[in-house]
């Protein structure tokens, strides 16, 4: 079936630098695509999202890249602080038929050494 | 800054019994979801709730599941017997009306052992 998928489990980065999680998707009809944040303990955090008519999307130190041709999604994460170790998921969402849910990949542990 | 609750933050309970997970949605969001999350794995959609009555739900959602917005603030997760595979994180969450159907507000979510 049709899953949304991360490449590595695992990213380790030093503070300050910046930081590029990828995904892999393969459901071409998906509207949105989007990050989330997940800190341990908590549920997950929005963080950024495209729609799928778009390539690039920017937030604070954020940028979510979408290529569609190869239907592959970034997070890059700039100027990497202790607070950005957490585990990211992307995820998309399909709305046709009155869909509303969103699927979620495996996520990556992102983890900010000093 | 409003956020979704739920309680409690971890349920015991013997397979075959019932469970009640409970969530207030922030009080203006009119969309109202339930996830789950088995430990280590990856956030999955189980249902998703608008104007009283179920718009969406999953594989994962069969009859064991029930959903009910018995009032006007709470939003509940009833599994009838559960088993021992339920045993997990459930996250709710829920979306401002007119918003993007992403931006989803998580609560903490309910951890689920079932023995």
């Known amino acids: 079936g049709e899953s949304v998928g991360l490449h590595l489990p695992t990213l380790s980065v030093q503070e300050g630098d910046n930081s590029i999680i990828n995904c892999a998707y393969s459901?071409?009809?998906?509207?949105?695509f989007i990050w989330y944040k997940q800190e341990s303990g908590k549920g997950p955090q929005f963080i950024i999202d495209i729609r799928s008519n778009m390539d690039k999307r920017q937030g604070q130190r954020v940028t979510v890249l979408l290529n569609k041709t190869v239907k592959h999604l970034s997070l890059q994460i700039a100027a990497t602080q202790p607070g950005d170790s957490a585990v990211y998921f992307c995820a998309e969402q399909y709305s046709g038929g009155g869909a509303d849910g969103l699927t979620f990949g495996k996520g990556t542990h992102l983890i900010i050494q000093p | 800054e409003p956020e979704v609750t739920q309680t409690p933050s971890h349920q015991v309970t013997q397979m075959g019994q019932e469970v009640i997970l409970r969530c207030v949605p922030i009080?203006?969001?009119?969309?109202f979801y339930w996830y789950r999350q088995i430990l280590g794995q990856k956030v999955e959609f189980l249902v998703s709730?608008?104007?009283?009555?179920?718009?969406?739900k999953s594989e994962i959602f069969d009859d064991q599941f029930s959903v009910e917005r018995p009032d006007g603030s709470n939003f509940t997760l009833k599994i009838r017997s559960t088993k021992l595979e339920d045993s997990a994180m459930y996250f709710c969450?829920?979306?401002?009306?007119?918003?993007?159907?992403?931006?989803?507000?998580f609560g903490q979510g309910t951890r689920l052992t079932v023995v």
């Open positions: 009080s203006n969001h009119l969309y």
């Open positions: 969450a829920s979306r401002a009306p007119g918003r993007s159907n992403t931006e989803a507000f």
């Open positions: 459901n071409s009809a998906s509207d949105y």
């Open positions: 709730f608008y104007n009283n009555e179920i718009s969406e």
